[in-house]
């Protein structure tokens, strides 16, 4: 770990500090609002560096890839095992070196994201073995961070509402801090590069892997959002990524095991999916990610976004004018595999426009697909020499030419600060929305509603460092003054559980319930009917997708609020909505339509109510 302090921990934890306390928490974006644009000396310079690179080092830069382990260069046992199968390497370092990759993806199944002074240190351990290749470029390490369902760094990092949350606040200030916040705890760390924001407008309820992490389904409202959070990240040092272009929002497969097919006509895109990723452009956005997924009114070829030429560069380049990097989603997922082989995908996706690819499931095999496609014609090296410079432009806008390493105490002054933690809970409280409360039970008094029940489900942490859900509620009520017992009944509670849970309530005051994407067959929604039967109060708290309470309209629940995700921040923020110490100011930035007649609305966009 060097000891000096570098640019980019002097920017979060000096400069950006200074900057946040004159604009209200957060940094004033700075004059390099975008950082794929550079001057012409400095392309000159960039240039020189491309022409000096073997083609196995371009090829190499055009690739971003997982790596398993704490460590560059000594990971434990377990992960260099896992390199070697899937990789033919021991190490990061060594990947590196045979592949000459220009950017490396954290993730925390990979194990890569222990604790912010080992992420520095495998940050730092990464760009030391970039920089002792001969082209001496430095890696863009990246990572999805978006917040809310989708977390990569944990606690003691400072986790915050993730984007329909920050949807139904409503509040482009408290949006833009949220994402300087968190880039500016990334930066400290060594990660360059987040996959956020979600530009997405979810307009399909049933979207099984967008929901809540989209802003909500008004597209000019999500524009808005998208626009905040890019000023924030990027006003932070590090680049931002919308995505999934050109929209993923109303889709009812996932990309990850299929292809998604989106009718929406030309005009329904103009409308409903392009206004967000306009906003994008328009920010002077740093990357963009594709989608895998096929939308025929945009090319009717039946290839996903992520291989389509009309998509990426017809429309993304040349309508839209965008000249940032685009980033593909990843290549391991079965959307983008449905249709060619592995070794065809990564040349596909660099002949329709695409920059940097993510995460191929084989790289030996897509590497070497690339390197072929050169060498036989089929890519011409000016082409792959045109992605490379956008790549160089944003590691050089990025300032990891001059110094990409991070320090020790840049992340103890940044990383989970007091102000950034408080923050967070402010920020939560005016997300959390009350639904319903037709006997006016909420705000909830100590004085006669004293002893609480918290049953419910305990999903796995986005981060791998919070929860269980259920814990933390009773923990947050006991904080306020409450008495309260937790029992885990998971989203999928058997007969047995939901008995466990009914003698459980007997003699409480008032039970909370924390649902988990309810459906009309769903027992939990058999938990929450036995429950009220018992005569106690019941309290649900949707700690996923919004839509619970249309499935448990008319089973007598004397209240229900929406708390968009299950991370500790906005289970105590709900903690407190119910207990009275903080306002519900939020409200559903989409629409809640009845379980019965999908066709009708049973709380609009804007629906929220206060006390």
Known sequence: MPHRTSRR?????????????ATGGFAATPALASAHTTNASTDSRLR??????????????????????????????????????????????????????????????????????????????????????????PL????????????????????????????????????????????????????????????????????????????GSDPDAVADLVAAQVKGYQGAGIAATAKHFPGHGDTNVDSHTGLPVINHTRAQWEELDAPPFRAAVRARIDSIMTAHIVVPALDPSGDPATLSRPILTGILREELGYDGVVVTDSLAMQGVRTKYGDDRVPVLALRAGADQLLNP??????????????????????????????????????GLFRDPFVTHGGVDRTVGSR???????????????????????????????????????????????????????????????????AL???????????????????????????TYNVTATSSQRTLVTALVATGVPVITVAIRNPYDVAHLTGAGVAASLAA?????????????????????EGTLPVPVQRADDPTQVLYPVGHGLSY
Not at 9 to 21: E, G, Q, V
Not at 566 to 576: F, G, T
């Open 9 to 21: 921990t002097l920017l979060t934890a000096t400069a950006a500090t200074a900057a946040a306390a």
């Open 48 to 137: 020189r560096i491309i022409a000096g690179m073997s083609l196995e080092e371009k090829v190499g830069q055009l690739f971003v890839m997982r790596v398993y382990g704490h460590s560059a260069t000594e990971p434990d046992q377990v992960d260099i095992d896992e390199n070697l199968k899937e990789i033919g390497v021991r190490t990061a370092a060594e990947l590196i070196a045979k592949y000459h990759v220009g950017g490396i993806i954290y993730f925390t199944w990979a194990r890569n994201t222990r604790d912010p002074h080992q992420i520095a240190d495998l940050s730092n351990g990464l760009q030391h073995a970039a920089l002792a290749e001969r082209s001496r470029v």
């Open 140 to 215: 863009i390490v990246s990572t999805d961070q978006e917040h809310g369902i989708v977390c990569r760094l944990g606690a003691p990092a400072t986790l915050l509402p993730g984007a329909m949350a920050l949807g139904a606040g409503a509040s482009r200030s408290d949006t833009r801090r949220a994402a300087w916040i968190a880039g500016a705890e990334l930066a400290a760390v060594g990660i360059n590069q987040n996959y956020a924001p979600d530009a997405d407008v979810n307009v399909n309820p049933a979207n099984p892997v967008i929901g809540v992490r989209s802003f």
């Open 361 to 398: 499931p084989n790289l030996s095999v897509a590497w070497n697909a690339v390197l072929k496609a050169v060498r036989d014609g089929e890519l011409t090296e000016a082409r792959i020499d045109e992605s490379i410079l956008r790549i160089l432009r944003l590691k050089s806008g990025l």
């Open 419 to 485: 102000a950034h933690l408080a923050a967070a809970d402010r920020i939560a409280e005016r997300t959390t929305t009350l639904l319903d409360n037709p006997g006016s039970l909420l705000p909830l008094s100590r004085r006669t509603h004293r002893s609480l029940l918290v049953v419910g489900a305990d999903p796995a942490s986005p981060s791998g460092t919070t929860g269980p859900p259920t814990t933390v509620l009773a923990k947050a009520f006991g904080e306020l003054g409450f008495s309260a017992q």
């Open 488 to 514: 885990s009944t998971g989203t999928a509670p058997k007969q047995a559980k939901i008995d466990e849970a009914v003698a459980a309530a007997r003699g409480r005051d008032a039970v909370i319930v924390a």
């Open 564 to 584: 968009y995700s299950w991370i500790d921040v906005e289970l105590r923020a709900a903690a407190r909505v119910i207990a009275g110490r903080a306002e519900p």
